[in-house]
């Protein structure tokens, strides 16, 4: 088992609204760092993130959970949090723990509360930010307006934008 400094280990709360696809995305970065031999999913209830029963049943997170990748000598720990607004208290108690927040968003579905949320926060606490867009391929999406929504929201509560 590799062993870490501290400077060596990243911790990174992936945050948003419900649906955006938070789960599927840590799921997904622990199978293509080969930390896990298979992708989990939370479709058929085999995601690592959500391994309660009450959330296999439910099909979305209650619980923030911490899952670790480790990629170019770096330990990097995921936070995954619920998306739901009722439980938005399990991503704000894992600001403190983190240096940078991802920030997930459904293009369908664009900036909502929570994620408004989540990025004031951040930014009151001088974190670094990073909004991921998911789901761009569903065939309703206009890419082009999902980002120029995104900038305009980002603009109007103080966000810099850095598109790459």
Known sequence: MPSYTTADIRNVLIAGPSGAGKTALVDALLFE???VTRKGSVADKSSFSDFE???KEHGHSIYASVLHA???GKRINLIDTPGSADLMGQA???LPAVETVAVVINAAAGIDVVARRIMDLARSMDLPRAIIVNRIDAPEVDL???LSRIQESC???RFRILLK
């Open 33 to 35: 760092s080969g930390t």
């Open 53 to 55: 029963k009450e959330e």
């Open 70 to 72: 480790n990629y170019q």
């Open 92 to 94: 704000i108690q894992c």
């Open 144 to 146: 082009a307006a999902v």
């Open 155 to 157: 603009q109007q509560n």
